[in-house]
């Protein structure tokens, strides 16, 4: 992040004009720069979820590098190979040196699925500033979760246009400039009109900050007294008890069907 700002403060300085995109966070960042040193800066701001911290994510692929025992060299996530979703990627090198690279869901995945329920990120995040309509870029972008509940008629299954399984953005324009890139350089996406509040719905960081439960603290604790092996302790034995607990469920619904017939 660092060498990035720099590079931003020396084509700031030169007189160029900049596109930079990050989190709300960053962008903040970038537009301080901009200010002290001058130049034509332009913005885009993602809907942030929250941030992990570079530690806990190096610690997770370590910890799973070990588990598969392979070399990890690229770890995606939302691999969009797998169609609009969250599925994603591990990619590495075997002990036998043979390349493999395996789909993964974020149900299986102690990292993933954390980080999708919010327990994970850094603890600025739940007091995020930016997590809020007003918005710190010229434009606003992320995914449109729950077009097919708020806006089916855009969708080629309801007569519309847009294919939901190649994916569906949203972007919001906030300011003059924000006009002015999507009329000179947005000629080529496929947009329509939607209210806000739709967007909201399922992009809740447009609203409030993530939050999280009891469950963040005892994984930090775990991480802090055990590494991450910890939280991968803590991940399998819910697991075990999630798997447990289905089961029951199956057996006592398969013995009530049995005595209603």
């Known amino acids: 992040t660092d060498r990035v700002y720099k590079e931003l403060q020396t084509l700031l300085k030169n007189g160029e004009k900049v596109l930079f995109s990050g989190t709300p966070c960053q962008v903040e960042a970038a537009k301080t720069i901009a200010k002290r040193f001058g130049g034509e800066l332009y913005t885009i701001d993602m809907i942030c979820h929250g941030v992990p911290s570079n530690r806990f994510f190096s610690d997770f692929i370590s910890c799973e590098a070990e588990k598969r025992k392979i070399k ?3 770890y995606i996530f939302r691999d969009k190979k797998y169609g609009w979703g969250e599925n994603g990627s591990i990619i590495g090198v075997d002990l036998q040196g043979t390349a493999m690279e395996k789909q993964i869901a974020p149900e299986t ?3 993933y699925h954390y980080f999708f329920d919010g327990e994970i990120s850094r603890d600025c995040c739940y007091q995020c500033p930016y997590a809020q309509r007003q918005r710190v870029g010229d434009i606003t972008i ?3 979760w729950g077009v097919q509940k708020y806006d089916p008629q855009l969708l080629v299954e309801q007569g ?5 399984k190649e994916g569906v953005s949203c972007l919001l324009i906030n300011t003059e400039r924000g006009q002015h890139l999507v009329e000179k350089y947005g000629a080529k996406i496929e947009s329509y009109p ?3 509040s739709n967007i909201a719905q399922e992009n809740t960081q447009l609203n409030r900050p993530t939050k999280h439960t009891r469950l963040r603290n005892k ?3 775990k991480y802090k007294a055990s590494g991450y092996a910890g939280v991968e302790a803590i991940f399998e034995r819910d697991q075990r008890n999630q ?6 469920y199956d057996r006592i619904c ?3 069907c049995r005595k209603t017939r």
């Open 142 to 144: 992320g995914d449109y």
């Open 243 to 248: 798997k447990f607990i289905w089961g029951m």
């Open 72 to 74: 990890i060299s690229a």
């Open 254 to 256: 398969g013995i009530f």
């Open 160 to 164: 519309g246009t847009i294919n939901s």
């Open 219 to 221: 994984i930090f604790r």
């Open 109 to 111: 995945i102690s990292y």
């Open 194 to 196: 939607v209210e806000f």
